[in-house]
């Protein structure tokens, strides 16, 4: 029997990271879209190297190796800049007390504007 490349391992991959490419701007997902791009690196490694082993070659965990190293990398950018983002805001509003009831009382306002 031959032995044959993991062809579904590189289509997660492909969807995990598309999935990280998607999500990695928006700040509540940061984490899982750097989540999902490790994952999706993990399993187009695997994949590709199935592939190797069974002397077949796929452009399955090629794409998806290079969809997750991009998801990878703009979710690591995402995650870092919103981080110092909240950083720099924690850090002027522990210098300034009135610009915490400011910054209150805006998001309410926005948050009221929303609905």
Known sequence: MEKQGNKALGIVAI????????????????????ICGIVGLVLAILSKKSF???????????VGLVLSIIGLALA??????????GACMASEVAKDPKLASQLSSALNSAASAAK
Request: glycine share 8%; aromatic share 14%; proline share 7%.
């Open 52 to 62: 190797k082993e069974a002397g077949q070659t796929s452009p399955v965990p090629t």
């Open 15 to 34: 969807v995990l990271g598309a999935i990280a490419i998607v999500t990695f701007y928006i700040p509540v997902f940061n984490i899982f879209s750097l």
């Open 76 to 85: 690591a950018i995402g995650f870092f800049t919103c981080t110092v983002c």
